[in-house]
């Protein structure tokens, strides 16, 4: 909605949206993008592959159920909370890996749509909702999800980056042939590209941080799956429990030290300083908050 053709409208942080809703009263999301939020990004999506596929072992419905659970519970516990949180916020990231990791696989196992397909599939998927989001918000900026309506599209964001990331991960691993250590190595590869072109070239820090999103979920569901399929299947063996036990507790490890040292914690509305400031002008694409976006300086 536009007033007086002046851009989007701009909700008011702290304000009521529609009746009965808890809207956000600062960013939902880190405010620091440190490099510890890369490894743990990492660690949610080697966590979340190994933990839907060690759950797609036993009865196929009993593992839906689980892991429809584990949404809804990070959805609600998420969205009811007024500001960025890391345990809900973490919580929630690898509910959806696991999720969509099974939403993915259920297409190709299932349905029968390859590989190629469902990564073509996500991949438009992914795009639609870029296109819908930063049309309706004129920004694609983290440090901007301060509204209901924008955390709704950051996490529709979230969930189609794990889907695609899953089906792309098992496309280059299987219909390419490269396997999954090849996989990981070409993956890391691309990750680093966006890296560098922010570092040294200054890529626009928005476009690098989502290039970067997008990637980390072939790469950490490769690593998972390199690390846990048997031989055969160009693994080492490792086991699916096993290796989505040990992402899950360094996952936990890694939460608890953001939630003691709070250093991507955002600061709360009406903080002291200067005037213009405060979260609502945090909101924005400035060139400090999209420093941020891959690594504070």
């Not at 536009?2 to 851009?7: E, I």
């Not at 680093?192 to 570092?199: G, L, V």
């Not at 992402?247 to 005037?275: E, K, M, W």
Request: no cysteine.
């Amino acid at each position: 909605m536009r007033a007086n053709g002046s851009g989007p409208r701009r909700e008011p942080v702290g304000t009521r949206e529609s009746l009965g809703t808890r809207v956000p009263l600062g960013t939902k999301v880190p405010a620091k993008i440190t490099a510890l939020f890369w490894v743990i990004k990492l660690l949610t999506t080697a966590g979340g592959e190994a933990t839907s596929d060690w759950l797609a072992l036993g009865s196929h419905v009993t593992g839906a159920a689980v892991e429809t659970g584990l949404l809804l519970i990070g959805l609600i516990w998420q969205f009811r909370v007024r500001r960025y949180t890391p345990a809900a916020y973490w919580f929630l990231a690898y509910a959806i890996a696991i999720f969509g990791t099974g939403v993915s696989d259920t297409l190709h196992l299932t349905v029968g749509i390859p590989y190629a397909g469902t990564t073509l599939l996500w991949a438009v998927v992914l795009a639609g909702i870029f296109i819908v989001w930063y049309r309706s918000e004129r920004t694609l900026s983290i440090h901007s999800i301060v509204t209901r309506r924008r955390e709704m599209f950051y996490w529709a964001t979230v969930f189609a980056t794990f889907a695609l990331g899953t089906a792309l991960g098992d496309f280059t691993a299987t219909t390419l042939g490269l396997g999954y250590l090849g996989s990981v190595v070409l993956f890391f590869v691309v990750i680093m590209i966006p890296a560098i072109a922010w570092r040294g070239f200054s890529l626009n820090a928005v476009i690098a941080f989502w290039s970067a999103y997008v990637v980390t979920r072939p790469l950490g569901a490769s690593v998972a799956d390199y690390v846990s399929k048997a031989p055969s299947l160009s693994g080492v063996g490792f086991g699916d429990g096993r290796t989505a036990l040990i992402a899950t507790v360094a996952v936990a490890i890694g939460v608890a030290y953001l939630a003691v040292t709070r250093s991507d914690i955002q600061p709360p509305a009406g903080s002291a300083g200067p005037a213009g400031s405060g979260p609502a002008a945090r909101a924005g694409d400035t060139g400090r908050q999209q420093g941020q976006a891959m690594h504070p300086r």
